[in-house]
């Protein structure tokens, strides 16, 4: 059973700086993609970032130019720079990967991420 772990998440002011982490483990064989989803309270969950295992990644245009995503073997990390309001949310990490042959995904329970002044 894979796990994700997720942490890094709190309030931040506008303006502000966070660096979330995730590390999966368990029974993992390869791993093809990992992400960083978010959903806000009574919206639906969005692709906020995701990286590839041929390295190309991919953003929302809200976070285009503010976040980094990363990935070191089976950690990933959200690398949030210039934080707004309306990047409050839960964010959650997503790992697809290979094992026997066979596709899996997993989901983390997700960290909160509050901007406010």
């Not at 093809?32 to 929302?60: C, H, I, N």
């Not at 990935?71 to 990933?76: I, S, Y």
Request: glycine content about 14%; some cysteine.
């Amino acid at each position: 059973q894979v796990q994700l772990v997720e942490s890094g998440g709190g309030l931040v002011q506008p303006g502000g700086s966070l660096t979330l982490s995730c590390a999966a483990s368990g029974m993992i064989g390869s791993i093809g993609r990992m992400a960083w989803f978010r959903q806000a309270p009574g919206k639906q969950r969005e692709l906020v970032a995701d990286t590839f295992s041929g390295g190309r990644t991919t953003y929302a245009d809200s976070v285009k130019g503010r976040f980094t995503i990363s990935r070191d073997n089976a950690k990933v990390y959200l690398q949030m720079n210039s934080l707004k309001p309306e990047d409050t949310a839960v964010y959650l990490c997503y790992v697809l990967f290979w094992r026997g042959g066979v596709s899996s995904d997993s989901w983390g329970q997700g960290t909160q991420v509050t901007v406010s002044s």
